[in-house]
T-cell receptor, first 112, second 113 residues
């Protein structure tokens, strides 16, 4: 079974803090994704990566950055957390040609 | 640009009743279509998908969806729901060979005893 793990299930941070969200997948997938999930808005793509050190902006990249130094790990960075970044963050991975995305359990982030 | 519309934000239904969760999409090219399910406090998992071939696709737990190209729809149905089907369901669309998947806003299915 594909396993995607996220470093924290719940996080509480203060405005202005730098926040790191880590995601690790164990299926050697080339593609990795970061989404945020908000009620009534579904999932919105923040960033994705199709290879090590490669990254592409999604639909809402402002205020976020990413890092992919190893194939299995994809990190989301909030450089200076703000209250409007309070959300559920979901990581996913996929293999080219398979189309299905495999999701982690999510990190619920509260920024005070 | 692709988009996905889930026509109902919440669907309450009694146990053993049939249910239909509606999904319409827009795209100028051929598409792949998906339904994902999210149980409480969990990530999303694939329920079923249409890539090509038969327009009727089924899941292992009794859900089915039909790709209707003329109506640009991919509605999800189950003839008899269980309490355990209570979850949020997301319709999604992607382009063959593309990286991005577009998700709908989700439909919360509440199954009542």
């Amino acid at each position: 079974d594909v396993k995607v793990t996220q470093s924290s299930r719940y996080l509480v941070k203060r405005t202005g803090e730098k926040v790191f969200l880590e995601c690790v997948q164990d299926m050697d997938h080339e593609n990795m994704f970061w989404y945020r999930q908000d009620p009534g808005l579904g999932l919105r793509l923040i960033y994705f990566s199709y290879d090590v050190k490669m990254k592409e902006k999604g639909d809402i990249p402002e205020g976020y950055s990413v890092s992919r130094e190893k194939k299995e790990r994809f990190s989301l960075i909030l450089e200076s957390a703000s209250t409007n970044q309070t959300s559920m963050y979901l990581c996913a991975s996929s293999s080219p040609g398979e189309e299905t995305q495999y999701f982690g359990p999510g990190t619920r982030l509260l920024v005070l | 640009a692709q988009s996905v519309t889930q026509l109902d934000s919440q669907v309450p239904v009694f146990e053993e009743a049939p249910v239909e969760l509606r999904c319409n999409y827009s795209s100028s090219v051929s598409v792949y279509l998906f339904w994902y399910v999210q149980y409480p406090n969990q990530g999303l998992q694939l329920l079923l998908k249409y890539l090509s071939g038969s327009t009727l696709v089924e899941s292992i737990n009794g859900f089915e969806a039909e790709f209707n190209k003329s109506q640009t729809s991919f509605h999800l149905r189950k003839p008899s729901v269980h309490i355990s089907d209570t979850a949020e369901y997301f319709c999604a669309v992607s382009e063959p060979g593309g990286f991005k998947t577009i998700f709908g806003a989700g439909t919360r299915l509440f199954v009542k005893a």
